[in-house]
Every structure is written in structure tokens, then in C-alpha cells.
């Protein structure tokens, strides 16, 4: 099964990162975000991509040109300029990598990809994002349903702790920044049939307004629950966030 990554954005609100590279090549662990979610991926068995480019896409070509070539390890022989590479690279997937226009939304980036997509099932998730989510458990809620497209719903982190008083100003409770009580949102990690396509118009359309709110509509779209750990990289408060779970050896989205 494919996997599409929607990697063509500007990553305005991480300016101070994106003026060099695009928001996906953005390194947590000194690894793009977009390795640490395609690994994600991976660790479940689903290892071909389809990347729609846009904004530097020229950039992320150039990483996985340099992911299989610098990849394993190598005889050089000064003497006679033959090379010979002893394994291959530490990954095993198979990258389709799809320019999709410098502009175009995220529907459009969808539709464009309709001949690379063809006639099956397929996954799709947003280049900035990385949760512990169970994708063959979703997957199988997807079939399960028989509808077009399943979102994985999750609940955010709070950006503030909560504090419970009573009315003499005493604190009852206090909770450091939950991931708790707040209401769900779409946190990627879809898994769409083709006909989702035939929602989209063009270039313009995003994939939110266009598709999924028409499909909510027709009662055509379902969500799979995802309790557990899920964050994106809107911020560079959020990058923080992101480096100092792997700095702790325990980051909650590893799977490999």
C-alpha cells in the first residue's frame, strides 16, 4: 500500500528553520522530520511513498539521493577509481518523488497525484506530524466501515497547564499542560480510497474544505479514535518539544 506525504508547503510559522530547508527536512535528533515519520511507517510494514513536493522540493530530492548513495559502506579504490558498496542503504522503501506545484493546496497536491495513486486504498498524513498511532489497527477500521476516507482523530497537547479553584482562590487541582480535555482535531495519519479524488477540483482546493468537509457531509468520512501520543511541528516552540522527547530516550513515537 502507498503512502503519500504532503511535504509542499512554506512552513511559514517556522520561518527561523524554513528559510534554509523545507518544514519536512526539519531536524529532530538530527534527522528530518520526515525520516522520523516515514520510519513510522515503516516499523508497520508500509514502505513505498509517494512525496508531493512544492516549496525547496529540490532540497528533499537531494536528501534521499543522499540517504541511498552516502548509505551502508564502501571499498574506494584510489588506484583503479573502482567503488564498490558492501550493503545497501539502512533503508529498505521505495520513494516516488512528485513535483506538485510551488502554490497548489493540499487537495490539489492529492489530485495531482492521481495517476501515481491509481485504483487502491492508500494512506496519506501531513509532513510535519508524528504520533505511536497503530496503523494496521487503523487500517483495519477503515475497512471495517466500507466509508471513503477515515482521519485518525486526536487530542492535541494543551499549550497551558489547568487550575481548578475554589471561590477563596485556593487551588484544587493543577495540571501541568494535559493532553486532556480538549476537543478532537484531524491529526493526519488518513487512509483515503481513490475516489476522494473526484471531490477534489484543482490547484486551489485544499483537501480539509474541499474533500473531507464534503464527505462529512454525505456521511462518507470516519475518524479512528487515537488516544495515545500525537504532536506536529507548527512552531519552534514545538520543535523544542519534539527534541527534548528523543533527547530523553524515550521518544513515544518510536517504533523501530
Known sequence: MKTVLLAGGFGTRLAEETQVVPKPLVEIGGRPILWHIMKIYGAAGFEEFIVALGYKGAVIKRF??????????????????????????PEQWKVHLVETGLNTQTGGRVKRLKDWIGNETFMLTYGDGVADVDLKALLAFHRSHGRLATVTAVRPPARFGGIALDDAGKVETFIEKPQIGE??????????????????????????????????????????????????????????????????????????
Open 64 to 89: 534521499f539521493f543522499d540517504l541511498q548513495l552516502l548509505g551502508g559502506s564502501y571499498t574506494l579504490d584510489l588506484k583503479t577509481g573502482e567503488t564498490t558498496q558492501h550493503d545497501g542503504p
Open 183 to 256: 476537543g478532537w482535531i484531524n491529526g493526519g495519519f488518513m487512509v483515503l480510497e481513490p475516489g476522494i479524488i473526484d471531490y477534489i477540483g484543482g490547484d486551489e482546493d485544499s483537501l480539509e474544505h474541499s474533500a473531507l468537509e464534503q464527505l462529512s457531509e454525505e456521511g462518507q468520512l470516519m475518524a479512528y479514535r487515537h488516544e495515545g501520543f500525537w504532536q506536529c511541528m507548527d512552531t519552534l516552540r514545538d520543535k523544542r518539544q519534539l527534541e527534548a522527547h528523543w533527547d530523553s530516550g524515550r521518544a513515544p513515537w518510536l517504533k523501530w
